[in-house]
């Protein structure tokens, strides 16, 4: 299950950013720095959005029930949207706010820069390897896929929330950095403030993409279009089918697809097929109640026909694409 590789990299970044809140807040404590606050907040931001995440994860792995036919893997997608909007919220609007704040009244920082320095370097390595684990959780996933545009397109949101929210983080302690160094050595404090509100920007700007892609998976979103011609080749291809009337897809969760597709059936191929049994069937048709009873034969025979070449469309999707779970082919 690609679950197991978003839990692994949830709860990997869940441990990591309690221990990086904890030092980035003794961080600040030691040096009163506008963006070691930014940073500790950063971390606190990212703590609950993970718990969220995690939470989302459990409780989508609850089995189907009369009140949800299609399960629950879903559900990860509201606590990924409730996550997003914490990161907008807290991270994005608290840093913008202490940043701007301290702009407009900026204040010396409490001793020297070394022990910031220290700890953002250290946050810096975790972050790093906190992301490699989520870009490794996702490669798992895309199995071979074009990395970027799984991610843009397939990968499941709680790991890519990791992979960007981490991403960020690598970004803004690196900004955190710039900042004080700069506010410690040309003696204006409004460094620090501005990167304070850097790091705030960088965060609304992950937390707004998050809740795109939140957004489309809830409302429903179609399948990937390459996907959906892989789907479409397979059932042309078949000799029975003239043709696609209609498909609508959705995508239930980054495992699941639902397929429903209408599709006009070659009748000659068909007869074709049916050729030999009812010529010698036709032959023996002696009265009218003979026809009749050839001809009832002769429509149940069809629905027989075209059920089990649906049956053998669908185990070939089945097949290729694995999560196409739940299909709907009809005769149009």
Not at 41 to 60: E, F
Not at 246 to 268: H, P, S, W
């Amino acid at each position: 299950m690609a679950q197991g590789g978003s839990k692994l990299a949830v709860l990997s970044a869940l441990a990591g950013n309690a221990f990086l809140m904890v030092i980035k807040f003794a961080g600040f404590a030691l040096t009163g720095s506008a963006a070691m606050l930014s940073e500790a907040i950063h971390s606190v931001a990212d703590l609950l959005n993970q718990i969220l995440l995690y939470v989302g994860i459990v409780r989508s792995g609850k089995q189907p029930d009369r009140m949800f036919e299609h399960g629950y893997a879903a559900e990860q997608y509201v606590w990924a949207l409730i996550s997003a909007v914490g990161i907008f919220f807290l991270g994005c609007g608290v840093t913008i706010y202490h940043g701007v704040h301290s702009l407009m009244d900026p204040h010396e920082g409490e001793g020297n820069i070394f022990w910031a320095v220290v700890v953002l370097l250290v946050s810096l390595a975790v972050d790093g390897l906190i992301m490699g684990l989520a870009i490794q959780a996702i490669k798992k996933q895309a199995g071979g896929k074009p990395f970027l545009k799984y991610l843009r397109t397939e990968a499941d949101p709680s790991a890519v929330a990791v992979l960007l929210e981490d991403g960020a983080a690598c970004l803004g302690v690196i900004i955190a950095l710039i900042a004080i160094v700069l506010s410690s050595v040309t003696g204006h404090h409004y460094w620090d403030a501005i990167g304070s509100i850097l790091v705030g920007v960088l965060l609304g700007a992950v937390a707004i993409w998050l809740i795109a892609r939140n957004r489309e998976l809830l409302v429903g979103a179609s399948i990937p279009s390459h996907i959906r011609e892989q789907i479409e080749k397979i059932i042309v291809d078949n000799p029975a089918i003239e043709k696609v009337v209609d498909m609508q897809t959705r995508v239930l969760d980054t495992e699941t697809y639902r397929i429903r597709a209408n599709l006009k059936f070659d009748g000659a191929y068909l007869a074709q097929k049916k050729q030999a049994e009812l010529e010698a069937a036709y032959g023996d048709i002696k009265d009218v109640d003979e026809f009749k009873a050839f001809a009832v034969k002769y429509a149940d025979d069809l629905i027989d026909m075209l059920a089990d070449e649906i049956d053998a469309i669908e185990k070939q999707v089945k097949e290729q694409v694995p999560a196409a779970e739940h299909l709907d082919l009809e005769a149009d």
